[in-house]
């Protein structure tokens, strides 16, 4: 279920959301220090991903979150900041019986929050520590709050080699839903190819940035994204977890007329799913690798 492949800082394992907010994709996160003075910010974003074909059934979902991220005051050389993030899933499977041997659909409407910190901690000659403990709660609406907790998080140190590139190696650990925790080397890269061009981790990925002017820019991007959800009682599954895993591969424009406000659209397919039933034992009861579906997603981020 895992992809120990990912390169990345913000990775998101077990059900986790991502474990960086975004604005830790920018240099500080790959060992540059961030800009002082960053001001609170506010993030939300939908995505609609169509109809996947699971044999005899079908599986749509429309997901909404949004965030709060913001400094905190330093502690001596410590730069400090907290983020608040949810995200929301509906879950639409049509005719799952037919597919799963006669079992209900196992959940409709989930829910993934998370609470983060974020240390940073710049030393000489361009090096700087970055750790981010996480919690989380991740789950149908109606699971159990206390058995639907996760805990995670990572530690790297980075370096700025150039004005334009800046690399970063750390570890990642997080717990899952009734399987052993994840414990895995990360690495991150900010790379500004050319003057309007920029490649970086982003997530699980990588991604590729192009301005195009006037406050545009084009991106191409994939990203490695589990979900892992803990199931209600009364699910078909009781007290069981889903895993819901895909790449998904997009290009994409942001518009940023100013730099506190930024809108994003993106178009793209999700590769590589798969989806996992899991009782609360840990045994799978069903288990499926839907073939390739679209998704289009739209993002708003606006300082505050």
Do not use: C
Request: proline fraction near 7%; glycine fraction near 12%.
């Amino acid at each position: 279920m895992l992809s120990l492949s990912a390169v990345a800082l913000a990775a998101t394992v077990g059900g986790l959301p991502t474990l960086l907010p975004a604005t830790e994709e920018n240099s500080a996160s790959a060992g540059k220090p961030a800009p002082q003075g960053r001001e609170p910010t506010f993030n939300a974003g939908l995505r609609v991903e169509f109809a996947a074909d699971l044999g005899d059934a079908s599986l749509a979902v429309t997901r909404g979150d949004i965030g709060i991220e913001s400094p905190l005051p330093p502690l001596g050389k410590w730069r400090l900041g907290v983020d608040l993030a949810s995200e929301w899933s509906w879950y639409d499977f049509d005719d799952f019986p037919a597919a799963a041997g006669g079992l209900a659909a196992p959940l409709s409407n989930a829910q993934s929050s998370l609470l983060g910190v974020s240390l940073v901690r710049p030393f000489g000659d361009g090096w700087t520590f970055v750790g981010r403990p996480v919690i989380a709660f991740s789950g149908d609406q109606e699971a159990e709050f206390a058995d639907s907790v996760l805990f995670g998080g990572f530690v790297t140190i980075g370096r700025q080699i150039t004005d334009a590139l800046s690399l970063s190696v750390g570890v990642f650990a997080a717990e899952q839903f009734e399987e052993d925790a994840v414990v895995f080397p990360i690495a991150g890269i900010q790379w500004q190819i050319y003057e309007q061009t920029r490649h970086a981790s982003r997530g699980p990925g990588l991604r590729l940035t192009r301005g195009l002017g006037e406050g545009w820019q084009g991106f191409l991007e994939g990203t490695y994204r589990p979900r892992d959800y803990r199931l209600a009682e009364n699910s078909s599954v009781p007290g069981g977890a889903l895993s819901d895993d895909s790449i998904p591969v997009s290009l994409g424009v942001e518009w940023q007329p100013r730099p506190a406000f930024q809108l994003t659209f993106q178009v793209g397919a999700l590769l590589g799913r798969s989806l996992e039933l899991r009782d609360d034992s840990g045994a799978t009861v069903f288990e499926e690798n839907p073939d390739p579906s679209a998704f289009v997603g739209f993002g708003l981020r606006i300082g505050l």
